[in-house]
C-alpha cells in the first residue's frame, strides 16, 4: 500500500511538474512566435504530451481513470495545448 502511494505522489508531481514546465514553455512560445521562433513551440507541444504519458508510465492503472467519464477531463489540457501549439506555429509561421 505504501509504495502504491509513493507511486500516486510520483505520478503526481511528475505531472504537475511537468504542467507548470508547459505553462512557461507556452508563454515563452507565444512571445517568440511573433519573431517567427518556432523551437519553443515545438517543444511546448512536445511536453504537453509528455505530461500525462509520464503519469501513465509511473502508474499505469491511470488508464482505468482516463476511460471513466471524469477522467476524461484529464485528457482536455494536452489537447487544448496541442491546438494552442498549432496556432502558435501558424503565427511563427505568418512573422517569418
Known amino acids: ?3 502504491d502511494n509513493q507511486k500516486l505522489m510520483v ?3 511528475a505531472w504537475g511538474g511537468l504542467s507548470i514546465v508547459v505553462l512557461v514553455l507556452g508563454i515563452l512560445a507565444a512571445k517568440k512566435a511573433k519573431q517567427g521562433q518556432k ?3 515545438v517543444a511546448y507541444m ?3 504530451v509528455v505530461a500525462p504519458v509520464c503519469a501513465l508510465l509511473i ?4 488508464v482505468v481513470a482516463f476511460v471513466c467519464g471524469i477522467g476524461l477531463i484529464m485528457l482536455v489540457p494536452p489537447i487544448l495545448n496541442m ?4 496556432k502558435l506555429l501558424q503565427a511563427a509561421s505568418i512573422n517569418e
Open 1 to 3: 500500500m505504501r509504495s
Open 11 to 13: 505520478a503526481i508531481g
Open 39 to 41: 523551437k519553443l513551440t
Open 46 to 48: 512536445i511536453t504537453a
Open 59 to 62: 502508474r499505469p492503472d491511470f
Open 83 to 86: 491546438i494552442a501549439g498549432g
